[in-house]
């Protein structure tokens, strides 16, 4: 595996630019840690943490004939944001490409920016490894996020979703229903424990 690990390093390295670089091996170390908290498999949190961009620097008309070429479902939401599809273009490539089979990683890179419901433990360290890894630096209440990403996975994904619904919110940008639903998803779950 740690030469497996090594060859995609060099590929994203070359494919993605420096500062997108940075945050995948930002996002890969902090699945490490998040992994390693709470008995995940390190190596499968690593290459998706290293996987999960591996479509971001594509144009957004690239994502939208490399999806259709591909057969990969787009919602009316991705078509009006393709910026979104880099997750699930990056699930394809990094199966066709990269040749991962493990379907949790493969599931774990598809769902780490709008989230859905009831996600796995690979799923859910992803996606908060994306938004709290050490070179984010614009999200507010951050250290209070990173402080609980090691308390309580399910509250850090409710209390991400929150803040992702009031960003757009106060924007006026439309919301992704699936992280809407997966909001209320963890909305509920929180109000259970």
């Given at each position: ?178 992280t809407e639903d997966a909001y209320h998803y963890y909305e509920k ?5």
């Amino acid at each position: 595996m740690e030469e497996k690990i090594e060859k995609i390093k060099k590929s994203l390295k070359k494919k993605l630019d420096s500062d997108r670089y940075q945050h995948t091996l930002g996002v890969a170390y902090t699945a490490i840690c998040l992994a390693m908290r709470y008995e995940v498999d390190l190596e499968q949190a690593e290459l998706a943490g290293l996987l999960h961009d591996c479509a971001k620097n594509i144009s957004d008309k690239e994502k939208l004939q490399k999806c259709a070429k591909n057969h990969i479902e787009i919602t009316t939401y991705e078509q009006d944001n393709p910026s979104l599809l880099h997750a699930k273009l990056g699930g394809f490539l990094a199966e066709h490409k990269y040749e991962v089979t493990d379907r949790d990683v493969l599931s774990a890179i598809r769902w780490h920016t709008t989230g859905k419901p009831a996600m796995s433990m690979l799923e859910k360290i992803i996606f908060v490894a994306d938004y709290i890894e050490p070179r984010r630096n614009k999200a507010p209440n951050l250290a209070y996020i990173r402080k609980i990403a090691f308390e309580d996975l399910d509250f850090t994904v409710y209390e991400i979703m929150k803040s992702t619904i009031l960003y757009v919110k106060e924007r006026n940008f439309t919301m992704d229903p699936m992280t809407e639903d997966a909001y209320h998803y963890y909305e509920k779950l929180i109000e259970r424990k």
